[in-house]
């Protein structure tokens, strides 16, 4: 774990690099993390209000790097990217996985009926 938060950490890019295979997996995996689903209100606002303070260059004391990057996925898997307001339940990008399951289970389980 991360004693100490680097102050040079660039928020507005992945965690990992995108020109590998598997840092482009973990950024997506972290996105789209369907436990983020259950995150209560105040979890989400806190995780808001951490990014926009270290946006803001204002860093909460014992604030540590792997804290910092939970509370960018979990505001990045929450809220819209260009508004920043809180999206409704079924289009976070935590949602897509059991979303998209529930809908290609329906499309396979009643594709040959017909009304």
Not at 32 to 50: F, G, M, Q, W, Y
Request: aromatic residues 10%; hydrophobic residues 35%; charged residues 25%.
């Amino acid at each position: 774990m991360s004693e100490e938060l680097r102050p040079d950490i660039n928020i507005k890019e992945p965690q990992w690099d995108q020109g590998t295979f598997m840092g482009r997996a973990k950024h997506f995996f972290m996105v789209t993390d369907p436990r983020n689903i259950v995150l209560s209100a105040e979890a989400l606002a806190k995780a808001k209000r951490t990014v926009e303070n270290y946006r803001h260059g204002l860093v909460s004391p014992g604030l540590t790097e792997d804290e910092l990057w939970r509370a960018k996925y979990i505001y990045d898997s929450a809220f819209h990217p260009d508004t920043g307001e809180k999206m409704i339940l079924v289009g976070r990008m935590s949602a897509q996985v059991p979303m998209n399951m529930t809908i290609t289970g329906c499309m396979l389980t009643f594709y040959s009926y017909r009304c």
